[in-house]
């Protein structure tokens, strides 16, 4: 099996201490990758969670104040018909 090399620009205080990590682990950065390439490779994803950034306030108001109207049925209108919902929604402009 041929190799190759790839180079990877990284931060240089994230690169010292992805580096104190895979010698705790017992590894080098060239196997660390290795790895991770292999299973993403053999699995076809990703093999972890890759999420967002933690919602700001605004959002999180957002959030808290749609989870306090569906526990409070009186701070919200609800709708089952789309038609009368768009009727009062335009009613208002």
């Known amino acids: 099996m ?24 017992g590894m080098t950065m060239t196997t660390a990758f290795t790895v991770f390439a292999k299973k993403a490779v053999r699995e076809y994803r990703i093999p972890f969670e890759i999420s967002g950034d933690i919602p700001n306030e605004e959002t999180i108001a957002a ?12 701070l919200g209108k609800t ?5 009368q919902m768009m009727e009062e929604l335009l009613a208002d402009v």
């Open 79 to 83: 709708y089952t018909d789309v038609d």
């Open 63 to 74: 959030i808290q104040e749609v989870q306090q109207m569906k526990a409070d049925p009186t």
């Open 2 to 25: 041929s190799t190759t090399t790839v180079n990877i620009p990284m931060d240089a205080d994230l690169k010292q201490q992805f580096e104190a990590f895979c010698t705790d682990m």
